[in-house]
């Protein structure tokens, strides 16, 4: 009888990459995990129970196969593993490394709930397509025979370049706007290196070039060129524009120089590790080295900053938030990251304002947890006559952020918006209510993830495909 090659859970220990030392990776912005060996992606793939009902699969937002993967890896059939694997995700090794597993696949993993640890699906899926790299096998992108139809994309982020890429693959002629002078929206000049290397995002964006997506970059729609200009002259347009107004602080002293917002920093910032030479960064403006850094927030954008500011060398750099650890958005793996990089978090602790101007500290009051509110975590409550203030010389927000006002931004006053200012899409088809107009990603969804975006231009993409395929029916009626 043939070996049985799976289920090794109950013999076989999970295990992730290797992690580089806190003290090694804190001097640059490299990617903090190594690769799998072979032997050890074969090991750690076999460990998979093959459920029937995989709930992995149906957990992933894009249903990736990932028991079927998880067996070609682990039968050393790697050709087949990424063939699959890229078969229902146009950027495997991206999500492989930057997906919040623990809230998705892996967090639905039937061995973890039975207590033997989950697989480690992100770092399988990473393996797989950088093999795939390796070896040659990602194909160039083969446009389909032209069909005469132009689709115009704004926003080159996950949700457009996913869009991009099917509509490209039909024969459509495809048009990708944005206001930055390089594609790849939060995954470029968002994510920080160490989670997401540069190469990693450009090696895509020139697959889709290469296959004749025209990118026209450094536009700002709205003021380089309008929206009306771009829908009166395509098929089809797609806002994939994700969201940009940062959420503000209250409180006296806000308006002080060295209060900086979280996306203006890690812009600068990945704009450096590109080799760029930013002018904010030069005069110090945005820039921890040698600062007492201060981040307010709790999410991934907080972490991503504190990490930031501990690799430009600053002299110190705290986390204020207003719950506890039990209770923040951010992943706990990030915050365990920072933690060991030598981040100090400093919990139900809330900016009331801030001193001095440029600032020289942060006016915090403490506070306890009260009553859960709607979204389930307990709300804060303040502790009267606990306030102090932190040292800070670059204080960095990082509250979230929100939809800019498309409709006023471009003046169209018809273009469907929730009372939240996220575009209004339908489901899966992601069709607006304004003609031969669809909408994707976080511009839609909210502050959201990669793999939505993915999935919501990938349908997008196909349902525009659709629509014209039907209006040319119609027309040769
Ligand atoms: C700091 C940070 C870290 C994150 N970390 C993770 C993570 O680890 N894992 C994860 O899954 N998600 C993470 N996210 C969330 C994730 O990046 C987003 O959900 C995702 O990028 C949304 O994709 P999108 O295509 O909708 O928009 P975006 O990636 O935001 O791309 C939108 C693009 O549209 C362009 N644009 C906007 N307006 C215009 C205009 N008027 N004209 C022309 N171009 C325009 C922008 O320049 C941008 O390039 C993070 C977000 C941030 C801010
Ligand atoms: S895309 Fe994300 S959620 Fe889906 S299998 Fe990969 S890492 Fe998991």
Request: charged letters at 25%; a negative charge.
């Amino acid at each position: 009888m043939a070996k049985q090659p799976m289920l090794k859970f109950v013999n076989v220990d999970r295990d992730m990459p290797q992690k580089r030392s806190a003290e090694t990776r804190k001097e640059d912005f490299h990617e903090i995990y190594a690769e799998f060996s072979a032997t050890k992606a074969e090991e750690q793939a076999s460990r998979c129970s093959q459920c029937g009902v995989p709930y992995c699969q149906s957990h992933c937002p894009l249903h990736n196969n990932i028991p079927d993967w998880l067996r070609m890896t682990a039968t050393g059939r790697m050709k087949e593993a990424y063939e699959l694997s890229q078969a229902t995700n146009t950027f495997p090794e991206i999500c492989g490394r930057i997906c919040p597993q623990d809230r998705l696949c892996e967090g639905n993993c039937v061995i973890e709930q039975s207590g033997h640890g989950t697989v480690t699906i992100g770092a399988v899926e990473k393996y797989i397509t950088d093999t795939a790299w390796e070896n040659g096998w990602v194909e160039e992108i083969t446009p389909g025979k032209a069909t005469g139809e132009k689709v115009a994309i704004i926003g080159a982020g996950p949700g457009g370049l996913a869009a991009a890429d099917v509509l490209v693959r039909a024969g459509v002629s495809v048009t990708v706007y944005d206001r930055h002078d390089r594609a790849g929206g939060l995954l470029t000049y968002g994510i920080p290196g160490f989670k997401l290397e540069k190469d990693v995002v450009m090696r895509r964006v020139e697959l889709l070039e290469r296959a004749g997506v025209a990118f026209k970059l450094n536009c700002n729609v709205g003021e380089d060129v309008t929206f009306a200009d771009i829908h009166k002259e395509n098929d089809a347009v797609l806002i994939a524009t994700g969201v940009y107004k940062t959420r503000d602080l209250q409180g006296p002293g806000g308006g002080a120089a060295g209060i900086v917002n979280a996306l203006d920093y890690l812009t600068c910032s990945n704009r450096t590790d590109f080799g760029d030479k930013v002018a904010e960064f030069e005069s110090g403006e945005l820039n921890a080295e040698g600062k007492k850094v201060v981040v307010i927030g709790g999410g991934d954008t907080a972490m991503d900053c504190v990490r930031t500011a501990i690799r430009q060398g600053a002299t110190s750099v705290k986390c204020l938030y207003r719950r506890d650890r039990a209770n923040m958005p951010g992943s706990q793996r990030e915050t365990q990251n920072a933690e060991e990089e030598g981040v100090e978090f400093v919990w139900l602790a809330a900016p009331k304002g801030f001193a001095g101007d440029p600032v020289t500290g942060v006016m915090v009051q403490k506070n306890r947890l009260g009553a859960p509110d709607a979204s389930g975590r307990r709300s804060p409550e303040v502790i009267e006559g606990a306030d102090y203030v932190e040292e800070a010389d670059l204080v960095i927000k990082a509250l979230g952020f929100e939809p800019e006002a498309l409709p006023t931004l471009w003046n169209e006053p018809d273009l469907p918006v929730t009372r939240w200012g996220t575009v209004k899409a339908a489901f899966e088809t992601h069709k607006t209510d304004m003609d031969g107009v669809w909408a994707v990603g976080d511009i839609v969804r909210g502050a959201s993830l990669v793999v939505w975006a993915i999935r919501d231009g990938r349908e997008a993409g196909a349902n525009i495909l659709a629509t014209l395929s039907e209006r040319a029916a119609v027309a040769a009626e």
